[in-house]
């Protein structure tokens, strides 16, 4: 019972930390041409992970990938991470790029987050 406890409390601590890195202002910066990175918290073994609402023009999105973090036993449930997503910037200028953290069937667990764009 205890094993149950220690589990379903660490999967509450480790959403609630996540979210609010969901509320952090974060600025990422690029070159035209170039791959731009951008690294966040995520910890899609509680079904939550980030999600694009709305994508700048001149911002073409290219792939994302999840890494668990290396603190975590291998297979372990409820230990998170970080999501990365990998964009290529067509013009130079300043944007917003709009996504969203939460559970994709679970429009009540949905964050908004901001990010600024800037191309260089």
Do not use: R
């Not at 509450?12 to 990175?37: F, H, L, R, W």
């Not at 073994?45 to 073409?60: R, S, V």
């Not at 999501?83 to 949905?110: D, P, R």
């Amino acid at each position: 019972m205890n094993k149950v406890k220690a589990v379903v409390f660490g999967v509450m601590m480790s959403a609630a930390i996540t979210a609010n890195a969901a509320n952090e202002t974060t600025t990422v910066t690029g070159e035209v041409g170039k791959d731009i990175k951008l690294s966040l918290e995520s910890n899609p073994t509680t079904g939550y992970g980030w999600m694009i609402k709305d994508l700048p023009d001149g911002l073409i999105f290219v792939s994302g990938g999840y890494e668990q973090s290396k603190d975590c036993p291998k297979g372990a449930v409820g230990c998170g991470g970080e999501e990365v997503l990998h964009f290529i910037g067509e013009k130079k200028g300043e944007s917003t790029l709009k996504l969203i953290y939460g559970q994709s069937f679970n429009k009540s667990s949905w964050q908004e987050k901001e990010v600024k764009v800037v191309i260089k």
